[in-house]
């Protein structure tokens, strides 16, 4: 059983985000490598749209942590090594981008498809016409008279 268990927990282990830093890739100094590491955690890999350029394989997410690691070591502050990222690749490289006029579609772009689709559901439900109900024959408002005066009775 415990071997059991230690084996889950392994593969439990395993499980979680490798990052794809290289060991080539990674900066001598351990503060610049630092500061570095929590940069590319807020750059998107555009290959694979939802990991950070330090959790993706692509060959694109190596060379944008190439590129951070260079601006780094040439003296960039953080903001300085974003931007020059920034403005080769736009504000969709950002995993969480400003609230500007250009990123305004990734801001509410899902939630206007949401109201968009929404209002056309309504339009559509109101479109339909409920189904007619067939009038009664003289012998079947006899028989439903009949059961209501027996539920009544009751």
């Not at 920034?86 to 801001?107: E, I, K």
């Not at 929404?118 to 559509?124: D, H, Q, S």
């Amino acid at each position: 059983m415990r071997r059991l268990l230690a084996l889950a927990l392994t593969f439990a282990l395993l499980a979680g985000p490798a990052g794809a830093v290289n060991p080539d890739e990674q900066l001598s100094d351990p503060v610049l490598e630092a500061r570095a590491h929590k940069l590319s955690q807020e750059l998107r890999c555009v290959v694979c749209q939802n990991q950070s350029i330090d959790d993706s394989d692509a060959t694109l997410a190596r060379d944008l942590r190439i590129i951070l690691r260079e601006r780094i070591s040439a003296g960039d502050t953080d903001k300085q090594a974003i931007d020059f990222i920034v403005a080769r690749y736009g504000s969709f490289v950002q995993l969480d981008p400003p609230m500007r006029l250009d990123t305004l579609a990734l801001w509410f772009g899902p939630l206007a498809v949401l109201l968009v689709g929404g209002i056309g559901a309504v339009i559509y439900m109101r479109g339909r016409s409920p189904a007619q109900a067939a009038a009664l024959t003289a012998e079947e408002e006899a028989e439903l008279a009949s059961m209501l005066k027996s539920d009544e009775a009751r």
